[in-house]
């Protein structure tokens, strides 16, 4: 049962445009919300998160939208530069989740197109 | 930078063999994860400890073990290592709500 997706096994996009990455989740007890970004042989790192309570969350080029009724987030990157492609994963979590654990999509290969 | 630190960073082994792998930490956290990365899967929790001598199993737990006796280091054991468990292995630690991860350890079971 894969309580969070990612359908999109790919995204390739032009330097400078928006890239916008999609996540869902079908567990109603997740309340809280990250994404990170992996280059290939480190480790993931956190980018940005969200609590339930929030529908919006920017930091500088990053932006997540989180959709409770729809249990949908999205990532925004604005501009997009060539650093930025690297796998990106989201990730959810909940209050009655033994241990915090983080439940994680499959990831989205971004490339950003000089 | 979390302080994280896994070793061995590659490693290839022989089915049917014992390895460890080791995650080290410098700034007490009290709870640490250990996740594998496959294609198709994203990461998956295979064991994490939320103190001193206290573990609990992930998702895909079966064929490991885990032991912490002290803050700082968190051992994930494959007593009988088989070819499904060639993976790359992430420690992380968490922080308030938010886990950070260690630079992975990549495995190879022949």
């Known amino acids: 049962d894969q309580q969070v997706k990612q359908n999109s096994p790919s995204l390739s996009v032009q330097e400078g445009r928006i890239s916008i990455l999609n996540c869902d989740y079908t567990?109603?007890?997740?309340?809280?919300f990250l994404w990170y970004k992996k280059y290939p042989a480190e480790g993931p790192t956190f980018l940005i998160s969200?609590?339930?309570?929030?529908d919006k969350n920017e930091d500088g080029r990053f932006t997540v939208f989180l959709n409770k009724s729809a249990k949908h987030l999205s990532l925004h990157i604005v501009p997009s530069q060539p650093g930025d492609s690297a796998v990106y994963f989201c990730?959810?979590?909940?209050?009655?989740?033994?241990?915090?654990?983080?439940?994680f999509g499959e990831g989205t290969q971004l490339t950003v197109n000089p | 930078d979390a302080g994280i630190t896994q070793s061995p960073r590659h490693k290839v082994t022989e089915t049917g063999t014992p390895v460890t792998l080791r995650c080290h930490q410098t700034?007490?956290?009290?709870?640490m994860y250990w996740y594998r990365q496959d294609p198709g899967h994203g990461l998956r929790l295979i064991h994490y400890?939320?103190?001193?001598?206290?573990?609990d199993k992930g998702e895909v737990s079966d064929g490991y073990s885990v032991s912490r006796s002290k803050t700082e280091d968190f051992l994930l054991t494959l007593e009988s290592a088989t070819s499904s468990q060639t993976s790359v292995y992430f420690c992380?630690?968490?922080?308030?709500?938010?886990?950070?991860f260690g630079p992975g350890t990549r495995l190879l079971v022949l």
């Open positions: 992380a630690i968490r922080e308030f709500e938010t886990q950070y």
């Open positions: 567990n109603s007890m997740f309340d809280y």
């Open positions: 969200i609590s339930s309570i929030k």
């Open positions: 990730a959810a979590s909940g209050e009655e989740t033994s241990g915090s654990r983080l439940t």
């Open positions: 700034e007490n956290h009290r709870y």
């Open positions: 400890s939320y103190g001193v001598k206290d573990t």
